[in-house]
């Protein structure tokens, strides 16, 4: 009895059993958790399999629905219920032991298992409002917009932005496709942050500028 599955990735190396919370409506959230956190992919990395089995721990609490265990065969692995989930990057990639007729779970809201997550972790660890940001274009920030930031103590604190440019030194590229298809290399003006400042100039410094396409910004009042 239960709702079962097994997480694994592509390589086959280890497995996380769950007695309980198989579904997909658990499993989904429970990777974006780990992503949001900035743990690194258990595809990749092994602190990602020990930062997942933690998050699960906690969420279920006691001794017991979780275990880890060195994967052998998929026949094996297979516990029924939900099967095994291969997930790469922190996503689903394929589903392995669906039985025919097998319908997916949609029980549990995905908003709501995240901050189901982020209640069963330590205080000091949770994600908290950073759950309530909204993501944007960077090309759509403005002067005043909260934007949460990625810190070096692998936690997200936000931000005001402050200003647009470019660093005075190790400046920001950007590729973008120009002519005849071809990518090219620029520089625009990005948004920075009140973040780490130099004599009040938050400008000089390359951590203060907010990279890639989109950004997380508390919603606006």
Known sequence: ???????TTPERKLGLYLHW???RDTVEPLLRYCELKGYRDPAKDDYGWA???QVMGNFFGGTNSVGIMPYTTDERMDPGDNGIYV?????????????DGFVEQQEYDFDQMLRDFDRSMPEEERLGEFLDSVEVPVGELRIGDEVWMFSHYDDWK???????GQPEFNRISVW???????????????PYVAWMDHDGDFSWNSNNYVHGPMARIKPRG
């Open 21 to 23: 919370n198989g579904g």
């Open 158 to 164: 936000a931000y005001p932005i402050v200003g647009f």
């Open 87 to 99: 997930v790469d990057g922190w996503k689903i990639v394929d589903r392995i032991g669906l039985y």
């Open 1 to 7: 009895m239960g709702n079962r599955a097994v997480i």
């Open 176 to 190: 973008v496709e120009g002519e005849n298809g071809k990518t090219e290399v620029t520089y625009p003006d990005l």
């Open 51 to 53: 930062r997942m089995c």
